[in-house]
């Protein structure tokens, strides 16, 4: 593996340059937000964001994406193509737990019997430079508890190591090898290294919140109808908040718009806390209140996912904690339920 | 790679009204391009997401047999926005179809079994599938004895009339069809599903009993195959939930860690036991 150490005040320098090669997504401040977009000439990228308030997730399954085309021909509606294939680009400033959460979506997307195409086009296409939290943003972060880590490489192609008045760049795979580049010609040495690891152990004691998420699979095994379902979703509003933040939710609707004889089939975002997301014509719903919601999504993360993936679909990057507007914590909910 | 999202584009051949209340409608599709027929080779059991374009896609259980080429066929209730499309559509549209998605009737488990097919009202459409396909040529002496239960409510309501007429006549078949309440031109059986299984009382013996139907006819007619002395293992049923991709990814079909879409949509009750009961 190669590593670099470039000086702290390049970096952006360094991004500048690879934006004007390829299309860059990168953090920068949207009024009160740190969002990523794509980097524009003039643009300055953060460098020292905490977290974006949206998961990336968005740049391989947006929240609204067309899946193909028609058009209404004499012979009734046709189709009339397919999406255009994704170009090349670089999501710079990912931070590892969200850079994790394209692992475990690459679980699902990328089976080996069914595979999502337009989820794997873009992963395909796009370089992932993760930034490694030297100090863990915030109070919610919680990436030890579910295998992660503020210092993780999981699925970065390249990390970058704040060591103080450098940059420590890891090149992780092939595709990250096709930037090295722009990263400069200082080798990283052992003294680097040494200082990474000190960093890292520093971070991970830097994480005070420890939960017991991967002790309770057993505890959801045997629980289905246990009452204390019907206690968390009682000031469960459905607004959907969490599902959308979560950099691992892949819920998804498809629907159909029309304007004029020319038509799309588009993917949409879906939430399984919507009341609707499982209702059937027929008016009956397998999942008739919140509650049945709410064990659907603790399920699904800490239970069902382990069952098909052996991954637990959380990264403790915290935003459903953050933003929640009632103040629901999956952290408190994991708490208790591994007393069950 | 095949996307799996972009549906084959085919072309309503034949409608049939199958039932007097005309909401219910055997739809035969044709591939407009030959070669994809070949890939949407399927097994009874299996399904398809109609596609409308312009109105969304639905996921029906295909009712005619792999051993019937040159078409497929989906037997439709009226119901949502889909159907009710579909249901306006005439001979020589073109649609889209999308498929074959979940596991199928577990043909090499009921070989040399003999096979109890037990119906209730409408669906009865992947299990005619199942019955053409074992009835066909030489596949008919890779099973058993094979007995048929179908009820609906009354005669008018009966699907596949002619096909059930001309079972009636093979030897091979013991047919039993029967109605809730027949009218002044009915002269079969009346009664309900449930009652005429345990009439017909069907051997348990190296059987194997296919069951699909209303939920209230499958919780009354169970317990007369328990009694009858069918292990679990040997009681097979088929599941519906809403789906939107039926390949495991949209994430709203699932009960427990199965997706009925592609771990589904047949199950064992004894593999239905292992799984919560939200469905």
């Given at each position: 593996m190669e590593k670099r150490l470039i000086k702290k005040d390049a970096l952006t320098g360094i991004i500048g340059k690879i934006a004007a090669d390829t299309t860059v997504y990168a953090p920068v401040k949207v009024e009160d937000n740190v969002l990523f977009k794509v980097l524009e000439k003039g643009d300055e990228p953060l460098v020292t964001l905490a977290n974006s308030k949206n998961a990336p997730k968005n740049f391989f399954f947006p929240r609204t994406e067309v899946m193909l085309r028609y058009t209404r021909t004499t012979k009734g509606m046709e189709f009339s193509g397919g999406e255009k294939e994704a170009g090349e680009a670089v999501l710079f400033g990912v931070r590892p737990c969200d850079a994790r959460s394209f692992v475990l979506l690459d679980m699902l997307f990328d089976q080996e019997k069914y595979k999502d195409p337009y989820y794997i086009d873009k992963r395909q296409k796009t370089t992932i430079v993760s930034l490694a939290c030297a100090h863990p943003p915030y109070a919610t972060c919680f990436c030890t508890s579910v295998d992660g880590n503020p210092v993780s490489s999981a699925g970065a192609d390249i990390l970058l190591v704040d060591l103080g008045s450098d940059y420590l760049a890891e090149i992780i795979t092939a595709k990250g090898e096709k930037l090295l580049k722009y990263f400069g010609d200082v080798k990283a040495d052992a003294a680097a290294d040494q200082k990474k690891e000190a960093i890292a152990a520093q971070a991970e004691k830097e994480i005070?919140?420890?939960?017991?998420a991967k002790?309770?699979?057993p505890i959801l095994?045997?629980?289905f109808e246990h009452p204390f379902w019907n206690t968390i979703h009682q000031k469960c509003l459905a607004c959907g908040t969490c599902t959308y933040l979560c950099p691992t939710c892949h819920c998804f609707d498809i629907s159909d718009e029309m304007k004029y004889g020319d038509g799309r089939r588009l993917r949409n975002w879906d939430s399984c806390m919507f009341p609707t997301f499982t209702k059937e014509t027929s008016g009956h719903n397998p999942r008739p209140s919140q509650k049945e919601r709410w064990r659907q999504r603790a399920m699904h993360k800490f239970k069902y996912y382990v069952d098909n993936f052996n991954a637990i679909a959380c990264v403790g990057c915290g935003r459903c904690v953050m933003y929640c507007p009632v103040n629901i914590d999956i952290r408190k909910i994991v708490e208790d339920i591994s007393k069950l | 790679m095949q996307n799996p999202y972009i549906p084959y584009p085919v072309e309503v051949i034949k409608i049939v009204t199958e039932v007097d209340t005309k909401d219910i409608k055997t739809f035969r599709f044709a591939f407009v391009n030959k070669e994809d027929?070949?890939?949407f080779k399927y097994i009874p059991g299996q399904f398809g997401e109609l596609s409308i374009f312009g109105k969304g896609e639905s996921p029906i259980g295909i009712a005619s047999s792999p051993t019937q080429p040159g078409y497929v066929e989906f037997t439709v209730q009226k119901a949502g926005v889909v159907t009710s499309a579909l249901h306006e559509m005439e001979e020589g549209t073109r649609m889209g179809l999308r498929g074959p998605m979940g596991n199928s009737w577990p043909i090499e488990f009921l070989e040399g079994k003999n096979i109890v097919i037990v119906g209730g009202g409408f669906a009865f459409t992947t299990l005619r599938s199942l019955i053409n396909y074992m009835i066909y040529g030489?596949?008919?002496?890779?099973?058993?004895?094979i007995t048929v239960v179908y009820g609906?409510?009354?005669?008018?309501l009966l699907i596949y009339k002619e096909e059930l007429e001309a079972w009636g006549q093979r030897?091979?078949?013991?047919?039993n069809v029967t109605v809730d309440k027949g009218d002044s031109t009915w002269k079969g059986r009346e009664g309900f599903v449930p009652t005429v299984c345990r009439e017909v009382a069907p051997s348990s013996e190296n059987a194997v009993t296919v069951i699909c139907g209303p939920p209230i006819m499958i919780r009354f007619t169970l317990p007369v195959f328990f009694d009858l002395g069918f292990s679990k293992e040997n009681i097979i049923t088929s599941l519906e939930m809403r789906m939107k991709c039926g390949i495991g990814k949209c994430g709203r079909c699932n009960?427990?860690?199965?997706?009925v879409c592609k771990d589904g949509p047949v199950f064992s009750l004894a593999e239905l036991d292992k799984l919560t009961k939200e469905y």
């Open positions: 005070k919140v420890q939960i017991p002790a309770i699979k095994d045997v629980n | 027929e070949e890939k030489d596949n008919r002496k890779r099973f058993g004895k609906a409510r009354n005669p008018g030897d091979d078949i013991d047919l009960v427990g860690s199965k997706y």
